[in-house]
């Protein structure tokens, strides 16, 4: 599944990060990675946002559907 797909409130962990070694180090940078547990906590319209590590960050429609997650 996509992170873009996981509804509001749920907690999965990344599996797999497709693109390049650009996108996949600027994820790692702010704790995305593989085996990274990961909250969604607003999901769209608009921007995703997502607690990881304690931090909330916003993703963009397009980086969340790059990131495989599943379900903890």
Same mark, same amino acid.
């Given at each position: 599944?996509?992170?873009?797909?996981?509804?509001?409130?749920?907690?999965?962990?990344?599996?797999?990060? *497709?693109?390049?070694?650009?996108?996949?180090?600027?994820?790692?940078?702010?704790?995305?990675?593989?085996?990274?547990?990961?909250?969604?906590?607003?999901?769209?319209?608009?921007?995703?946002?997502? *607690?990881?590590?304690?931090?909330?960050? %916003?993703?963009?429609?397009?980086?969340? %559907?790059?990131? *495989?997650?599943?379900?903890?």
């Amino acid at each position: 599944m996509k992170l873009i797909d996981v509804p509001e409130g749920k907690t999965v962990q990344v599996v797999d990060i *497709e693109g390049g070694m650009g996108v996949r180090n600027r994820l790692s940078a702010i704790g995305l990675y593989p085996g990274a547990p990961i909250k969604v906590v607003k999901s769209p319209p608009g921007p995703l946002i997502v *607690e990881v590590a304690g931090s909330r960050i %916003a993703l963009g429609k397009g980086m969340a %559907a790059k990131i *495989e997650v599943k379900e903890v």
